[in-house]
């Protein structure tokens, strides 16, 4: 008995490895990296393959009579390996249906069908192999169901799609024909030529995928001559104070300011929206978010957020730099991004959001649901991201056609996570810990885009690139002490997130950008700069015609004259577009702001930014010739816009709202 337990326990363990070991063969083989492990990772692997293989065990000895132990370790670990699949596909396919049915019992009763079509599946692939090779049906049931979820994932992003149904189709047949050959055939031989067999099916489609992109026409100019690559990186929910906090008194602040070298630092940049879409839409297109249509859906019920995409009539960044002459890329981390929901994929030539750890497979999908091995990431980090990066820059090599890169990194975004091998941040010392976990979360941050120029310099790129580092939005904590309009579901006031105020907190952001080769020295900006005035900026330094909107380049400050004759400035900017509760709408100078309800859901507020930075004390009632002033001035502001006309929301599948749901978008 003791002899039987030590097999079934050390064939779990092996398929747990298997499991684990086929996963991230897989990734690399589509997205080009390894994924770092983590020890829950591993054990969750081990625990889960030891206590099938167990089960599996015990019910073959009382269904046999003791007879099972002759069963081989490798039987052992094929059949646990199939089975680790089991709460996979339970899993996918009752989230989906609950989700699209709107009845729990839809889900499960459809679920729990699946996965007796699954052991059906097994089944025959048993009675094709006619019992000549008891290893092989379920390892072939178990790779197959791997095979076709990396795909899904990595490849083809959807199940749904006509080319990812094709794909699963072929699998199967692959499978039956794998299932005939290994009648009569040893077992190892069968292990491995079965694995070598899906891999290689994996790896022709991660081959085809990673195709070079279709080549346009370029000027006979030389590298020499040819514009500067652009690369954007947008730190997700970075709010400007931390940011300079931390720039200013860490480590990895200072040494992320060295490695930048002669940049100019924006000191008053402002977001136009305290959420992603509309913000990454106005620096995508230049446009308010009236104008580009990428928001919420006014329509959206409450705990959803239905999403609006970019509307088809605005031209992007992308596809001006594209037409241009540019390979365009983006890497994306954050879900609520979606190509398919958003549209913002316009323009690139090679658009990637990196799946995150929560969904990896077999076994997290369930473990996550169940809140056991919690704490990993919703996201990817960027370490991830900048190991993509360098494989991308690897397989573009020195062309004569420059680059702009979209790097979109989520560490300050919520869920926060903690972060070794950091700096002692003196600093920081005594701050509440959901603040210390932004702050550490924001070192980590340009730690890792330090280390991406690093990779540009590896690449012989970083000389002629244009660095532009910034944030879509801002994020407010309890310890911030402002008032909130927006309430959560208890009454009490939203003091922590973003998406529902248009305070400073929420709406001034980093702003730094390098020029090819950089300035002098460091320069810093007190002008007032908005998320629009980035396109015009860019478009100014690479010689293209700017966007015919309200907009104000930079581009002036970003040479060695400026401080003689000071570019065109802004005397205010506006912004809006809250995700959540009432309407709103800001009017902001160097020194003032006012917040308007239009829909008069609350009076409204006038904060003097002089002297109260923080925009605790309310003015508006001791000011109300001024507040009349810029209530004008905003309204004229507001009704110049060239407002879209609107679209429709496009449907959120299951596995997208989950990650929208964990990122705290949808409850």
């Given at each position: 008995?003791?002899?039987?337990?030590?097999?079934?326990?050390?064939?779990?363990?092996?398929a747990?490895?298997?499991?684990?070991?086929?996963?991230?063969?897989?990734?690399l083989?589509?997205?080009?990296?390894?994924?770092?492990?983590?020890?829950?990772?591993?054990?969750?692997?081990?625990?889960?393959?030891?206590?099938?293989?167990?089960?599996?065990?015990?019910?073959?000895?009382?269904?046999?009579?003791?007879?099972a132990?002759?069963?081989?370790?490798?039987?052992?670990?094929?059949?646990?390996?199939?089975?680790?699949?089991?709460?996979?596909?339970?899993?996918?396919?009752?989230?989906?249906?609950?989700?699209?049915?709107?009845?729990?019992?839809?889900?499960?009763?459809?679920?729990?069908?699946?996965?007796?079509?699954?052991?059906?599946?097994?089944?025959?692939?048993?009675?094709?192999?006619?019992?000549?090779?008891?290893?092989?049906?379920?390892?072939?049931?178990?790779?197959?169901?791997?095979?076709?979820?990396?795909?899904?994932?990595n490849?083809?992003?959807?199940?749904?799609?006509?080319?990812?149904?094709?794909?699963?189709?072929?699998?199967?047949?692959?499978?039956?024909?794998?299932?005939?050959?290994?009648?009569?055939?040893?077992p190892?031989?069968i292990?491995?030529?079965?694995?070598?067999?899906?891999?290689?099916?994996?790896?022709?489609?991660?081959?085809?995928?990673?195709?070079?992109?279709?080549?346009?026409?370029?000027?006979?100019?030389?590298?020499?001559?040819?514009?500067?690559?652009?690369?954007?990186?947008?730190?997700?929910?970075?709010?400007a104070?931390?940011?300079?906090?931390?720039?200013?008194?860490?480590?990895?602040?200072?040494?992320?300011?060295?490695?930048?070298?002669?940049?100019?630092?924006?000191?008053?940049?402002?977001?136009?929206?305290?959420?992603?879409?509309?913000?990454?839409?106005?620096?995508?297109?230049?446009?308010?978010?009236?104008?580009?249509?990428?928001?919420?859906?006014?329509?959206?019920?409450?705990?959803?957020?239905?999403?609006?995409?970019?509307?088809?009539?605005?031209?992007?960044?992308?596809?001006?730099?594209?037409?241009?002459?540019?390979?365009?890329?983006?890497?994306?981390?954050?879900?609520?991004?979606?190509?398919?929901?958003?549209?913002?994929?316009?323009?690139?030539?090679?658009?990637?959001?990196?799946?995150?750890?929560?969904?990896?497979?077999?076994?997290?999908?369930?473990?996550?649901?169940?809140?056991?091995?919690?704490?990993?990431?919703?996201?990817?980090?960027?370490?991830?991201?900048?190991?993509?990066?360098?494989?991308?820059?690897?397989?573009?090599?020195?062309?004569?056609?420059?680059?702009?890169?979209?790097?979109?990194?989520?560490?300050?975004?919520?869920?926060?996570?903690?972060?070794?091998?950091?700096?002692?941040?003196?600093?920081?010392?005594?701050?509440?810990?959901?603040?210390?976990?932004?702050?550490?979360?924001?070192?980590?941050?340009?730690?890792?885009?330090?280390?991406?120029?690093?990779?540009?310099?590896?690449?012989?790129?970083?000389?002629?690139?244009?660095?532009?580092?910034?944030?879509?939005?801002?994020?407010?904590?309890p310890?911030?002490?402002?008032?909130?309009?927006?309430?959560?579901?208890?009454?009490?006031?939203?003091?922590?997130?973003h998406?529902?105020?248009?305070?400073?907190?929420?709406?001034?952001?980093?702003?730094?950008?390098?020029?090819?080769?950089g300035?002098?020295?460091?320069?810093?900006?007190?002008?007032l700069?908005?998320?629009?005035?980035?396109?015009?900026?860019?478009?100014?330094?690479?010689?293209?015609?700017?966007?015919?909107?309200?907009?104000?380049?930079?581009?002036?400050?970003?040479?060695?004259?400026?401080?003689?004759?000071?570019?065109?400035q802004?005397?205010?900017?506006?912004?809006?577009?809250?995700?959540y509760?009432?309407?709103?709408?800001?009017?902001?100078?160097?020194?003032?702001?006012?917040?308007?309800?239009?829909?008069?859901?609350?009076?409204?507020?006038?904060y003097?930014?002089?002297?109260?930075?923080?925009?605790?004390?309310?003015?508006?009632?001791?000011?109300?010739?001024?507040?009349?002033?810029?209530?004008?001035?905003?309204?004229?502001?507001?009704?110049?816009?060239?407002?879209?006309?609107?679209?429709?929301?496009?449907?959120?599948?299951?596995?997208?709202?989950?990650?929208?749901?964990?990122?705290?978008?949808?409850?």
């Open positions: 008995m003791l002899a039987w337990i030590a097999c079934c326990v050390a064939g779990g363990l092996a747990g490895l298997v499991a684990l070991g086929l996963l991230e063969a897989l990734n083989l589509t997205v080009e990296y390894w994924d770092p492990l983590t020890a829950s990772y591993v054990w969750a692997y081990l625990v889960a393959g030891a206590l099938v293989a167990l089960t599996i065990g015990t019910l073959g000895i009382r269904a046999r009579g003791g007879t132990a002759r069963a081989s370790l490798l039987r052992i670990s094929a059949v646990t390996l199939a089975v680790l699949y089991a709460p996979l596909v339970y899993d996918r396919v009752y989230d989906s249906l609950r989700y699209r049915s709107g009845s729990t019992l839809v889900g499960i009763a459809a679920a729990s069908a699946v996965v007796g079509v699954y052991a059906l599946w097994v089944a025959v692939l048993r009675r094709v192999a006619r019992g000549g090779a008891v290893v092989a049906p379920p390892l072939i049931a178990a790779l197959t169901v791997a095979v076709a979820i990396v795909l899904d994932r490849v083809f992003g959807s199940t749904f799609k006509p080319v990812a149904i094709a794909s699963n189709t072929a699998l199967v047949l692959v499978a039956l024909a794998a299932a005939t050959a290994t009648r009569a055939t040893r190892v031989r292990a491995t030529a079965v694995g070598l067999l899906f891999i290689g099916l994996v790896g022709g489609v991660a081959l085809a995928k990673r195709s070079p992109p279709p080549q346009l026409p370029v000027s006979s100019a030389g590298p020499a001559n040819r514009k500067p690559d652009v690369v954007l990186v947008v730190i997700d929910a970075l709010r104070d931390v940011f300079d906090a931390v720039v200013r008194d860490t480590e990895e602040g200072r040494a992320f300011r060295r490695a930048l070298g002669g940049a100019v630092w924006f000191k008053q940049a402002i977001a136009v929206a305290p959420w992603t879409l509309p913000a990454i839409g106005s620096i995508m297109t230049g446009r308010y978010p009236a104008e580009h249509g990428m928001d919420r859906d006014p329509a959206s019920p409450s705990g959803l957020l239905w999403l609006l995409p970019l509307a088809d009539s605005v031209p992007t960044l992308a596809e001006r730099l594209q037409r241009a002459g540019y390979v365009t890329e983006a890497i994306g981390t954050n879900h609520i991004l979606n190509a398919r929901l958003t549209r913002i994929d316009r323009g690139f030539m090679r658009y990637e959001i990196l799946q995150d750890d929560v969904w990896r497979f077999p076994v997290f999908s369930l473990t996550d649901s169940l809140g056991l091995f919690s704490g990993e990431s919703a996201y990817k980090d960027a370490g991830s991201v900048r190991r993509r990066l360098r494989g991308r820059l690897k397989d573009l090599g020195h062309s004569e056609r420059p680059l702009f890169m979209w790097i979109h990194l989520m560490e300050t975004h919520a869920p926060l996570q903690p972060h070794d091998g950091l700096s002692r941040d003196s600093a920081g010392v005594g701050l509440a810990e959901l603040d210390h976990l932004y702050r550490d979360a924001a070192r980590y941050a340009l730690v890792e885009v330090t280390r991406m120029v690093e990779v540009l310099k590896e690449q012989g790129r970083w000389s002629n690139t244009l660095l532009v580092v910034t944030s879509d939005h801002g994020e407010m904590f310890s911030d002490g402002q008032h909130a309009s927006v309430l959560y579901p208890d009454g009490t006031p939203r003091a922590y997130g998406g529902h105020a248009l305070y400073d907190t929420l709406l001034r952001i980093p702003l730094v950008i390098r020029p090819p080769g300035l002098p020295a460091d320069r810093d900006v007190m002008a700069a908005n998320q629009v005035d980035l396109h015009a900026t860019l478009c100014g330094l690479l010689g293209l015609e700017p966007p015919h909107t309200d907009s104000v380049s930079l581009a002036g400050w970003l040479t060695t004259g400026v401080a003689v004759d000071p570019p065109p802004r005397a205010a900017t506006i912004a809006g577009a809250p995700a509760g009432p309407d709103q709408h800001m009017l902001r100078t160097t020194g003032e702001k006012l917040i308007q309800y239009p829909g008069g859901e609350h009076p409204p507020e006038f003097n930014l002089d002297s109260d930075p923080g925009e605790k004390r309310n003015i508006a009632e001791k000011q109300a010739d001024r507040v009349a002033q810029s209530m004008s001035q905003l309204s004229e502001r507001w009704s110049a816009l060239s407002v879209h006309s609107g679209s429709r929301h496009e449907p959120v599948d299951s596995a997208t709202r989950e990650r929208l749901r964990a990122l705290g978008y949808t409850q």
